[in-house]
């Protein structure tokens, strides 16, 4: 497998540990996607600052925060369906749950090596407009870096039996989901989905440093 699945840089990799959830329910839609990004962004950088000692003595501790405040947050079933696309449809409940599990701790372990790389960025939050589905919005964010032009960051939420959760991430134009099914969806082809996700298994079960 190909040494990363993403083609994003590490600079515009920091931004995809900043979206997340909580447990909001629609009684604005306008503003709670907008509040669940802004506090989810908060939350974790908070605990990356604080827990900063800790992290260096044991680098596994930012998984376990990953774990705790982000990931029970994006609904990694949404994202690993898109992800595989058609192969999808034709994989077994279980190839299903297997693959969404593998893609899940890929997330966790490649998000722990971009919170990493946090050395105080400013996000700032522009707008939050209504997609062509009742249930998504789209949060506009721009990161400010020193000396250079920021970086334009979307993210895409959706409310799904009445929690909003993070979908995918749009980073300079370009998706998260879709670059991610592109790389797949090659994989697939060659080797099938079991052995994709027997390899993502293998990958994920290496020490994280």
């Given at each position: 497998?190909?040494?990363?699945?993403?083609?994003?840089?590490p600079l515009?990799?920091?931004?995809?540990?900043?979206?997340?959830?909580?447990?909001?329910?629609?009684?604005?839609?306008?503003?709670?996607?907008?509040?669940?990004?802004?506090?989810?962004?908060?939350?974790?950088?908070?605990?990356?600052?604080?827990?900063?000692?800790?992290?260096?003595?044991?680098?596994?501790?930012v998984v376990?925060?990953?774990?705790?405040?982000?990931?029970?947050?994006?609904?990694?079933?949404?994202?690993?369906?898109?992800?595989?696309?058609?192969?999808?449809?034709?994989?077994?409940?279980?190839?299903?749950?297997?693959?969404?599990?593998?893609?899940?701790?890929?997330?966790?372990?490649?998000?722990?090596?971009?919170?990493?790389?946090?050395?105080?960025?400013?996000?700032?939050?522009?707008?939050?407009?209504?997609?062509?589905?009742?249930?998504?919005?789209?949060?506009?964010?721009?990161?400010?870096?020193?000396?250079?032009?920021?970086?334009?960051?979307?993210?895409?939420?959706?409310?799904?039996?009445?929690?909003?959760?993070?979908?995918?991430?749009?980073?300079?134009?370009?998706?998260?989901?879709?670059?991610?099914?592109?790389?797949?969806?090659?994989?697939?082809?060659?080797?099938?989905?079991?052995?994709?996700?027997?390899?993502?298994?293998?990958?994920?079960?290496?020490?994280?440093?």
């Open positions: 497998m190909r040494k990363a699945l993403f083609i994003f840089t515009l990799l920091l931004t995809l540990l900043l979206p997340s959830t909580r447990e909001v329910f629609a009684a604005d839609a306008v503003t709670a996607p907008l509040e669940i990004v802004r506090s989810a962004s908060e939350a974790i950088l908070g605990r990356v600052i604080a827990d900063k000692a800790l992290i260096e003595k044991d680098r596994t501790h376990n925060l990953i774990n705790e405040i982000l990931i029970p947050h994006i609904n990694d079933r949404i994202m690993a369906q898109r992800v595989l696309g058609e192969a999808w449809k034709t994989a077994s409940e279980d190839a299903r749950t297997s693959f969404t599990r593998e893609f899940s701790r890929y997330m966790v372990r490649f998000y722990g090596q971009v919170l990493l790389l946090y050395s105080g960025e400013k996000v700032e939050y522009s707008s939050v407009e209504k997609a062509s589905q009742s249930n998504v919005r789209k949060v506009s964010s721009l990161i400010s870096r020193a000396g250079e032009q920021p970086i334009e960051a979307a993210y895409q939420v959706e409310l799904h039996s009445g929690i909003w959760k993070v979908t995918d991430i749009i980073v300079d134009g370009i998706s998260m989901v879709n670059s991610n099914k592109s790389q797949f969806k090659h994989l697939i082809a060659r080797d099938g989905l079991d052995k994709v996700t027997s390899m993502l298994e293998t990958r994920n079960n290496r020490p994280f440093r």
